[in-house]
């Protein structure tokens, strides 16, 4: 069974829980599953321990009175409104004592519970192999341009406008630059893959799927290998603006620093060792002083662009078509996603 073929056929139940601990959950999981985990982290770390320094008979002991106490939770709570035809997929590490556990009990009550064979393990495989281990099928497209270009708010528009997308640097959680945080911390590298994968195995085959223009890593977060092959082959539509519009633009964004000093100015202290300790002081002086958009010109000019030429040196990737603008406010968005979305009909 394929990654496709097996969201699919998870999507045919009425839940998938995952009755992993809490951490194991939030580290990654099948797409849609809730957790109601048997065991919570204390509780496994407890039953491992004495697994490991007393014997295997007392673990499963002790761990059955946990389980059997967090599974009637569950049941008093979460469950107790399910009609007798509840039909839900349940599953753990690898399909064994945990989720064997909590669905007997599920059984006895009347439910029509599955245990997913393989557990977790058989999903990660199936993600693996699509992203790692095969090349992907599907014809990308990539959205170029330098830093400041919208890029990410133009894939947004493109996909109001019925064109395949996914966005990289959503699934992420980062913009992938130096100041590229979002709020909240970043998935885990599985948790990103989960979602990337999913994202590809729900667009059309048949049609291209755009793709912005991103370096191998995202943050702390690598683009896995099928992926990044395929980015690095595929053609390129190019968005160019000048500088004065890609810093207006950028400083909009970076208005969410301003309020935030300290953490703007640790970002920039990171730049110290490509762009100079004199360099980096002014920029952080333009940062104090709330002049974001003369910032944002100087990390263009002494940072972004000079970067970005590197990087394509080696990129002989066809560009398709170029598109150019002179202002990036929300009109000219608009316009520039219409121009994309009738080029990329003629693709």
């Not at 493109?158 to 997308?165: N, S, T």
Request: glycine residues 8%.
């Amino acid at each position: 069974m394929g990654l496709a073929a097996f969201l699919k056929y998870a999507g045919g139940f009425d839940a998938v829980i995952d009755v992993r601990s809490p951490a194991e959950f939030a580290l990654d999981h099948v797409p849609g599953a809730v957790n109601m985990p048997v065991l919570s982290d204390v509780e496994r770390a407890r039953v491992g321990t004495i697994y490991t320094r007393d014997s295997p008979f007392a673990a499963r002991k002790i761990g059955a009175a946990l389980v059997a106490r967090n599974v009637a939770a569950h049941v008093e709570n979460a469950l107790m409104g399910q009609e007798g035809g509840w039909h839900p997929l349940v599953y753990c590490w690898r399909g064994g004592q945990r989720s064997g556990s909590f669905a007997t009990i599920l059984r006895q009550i009347g439910w029509r519970v599955e245990v997913l064979e393989g557990g977790y393990r058989s999903y990660r495989r199936q993600v693996v192999e699509m992203l790692y281990d095969q090349p992907l099928a599907h014809r990308l497209i990539r959205l170029d341009g330098n830093t400041g270009s919208a890029k990410t708010d133009l894939l947004a528009r493109l996909a109001a406008r019925g064109v395949q997308v996914v966005d990289l640097e959503g699934l992420a959680g980062h913009r992938g630059s130096i100041l590229g945080e979002m709020a909240g911390p970043q998935p885990s590298q599985k948790a990103f893959e989960s979602a990337l994968a999913q994202a590809v195995c729900a667009a059309d085959q048949n049609r291209v799927l755009l793709v912005e223009a991103e370096s191998s890593r995202i943050g702390a977060l690598r683009l896995p290998p099928s992926l990044w092959a395929g980015m690095r082959a595929a053609p390129r539509l190019v968005v160019a603006a000048p500088v004065a519009a890609r810093a207006r633009y950028l400083a909009e964004i970076y208005a969410g620093y301003a309020s935030d000093l300290p953490c703007l100015t640790a970002r920039l202290d990171h730049l110290r060792p490509l762009a100079g300790h004199e360099q980096v002081d002014h920029w952080i002086a333009l940062a104090q002083e709330g002049q974001l958009q003369a910032l944002a010109a100087g990390l263009i000019k002494g940072h972004y662009d000079p970067a970005y030429t590197r990087a394509r040196a080696a990129d002989t990737t066809q560009i398709i078509d170029r598109f150019e603008t002179d202002n990036l406010d929300e009109t000219a968005r608009e316009v520039l996603a219409d121009r994309l979305a009738a080029r990329l009909r003629q693709v």
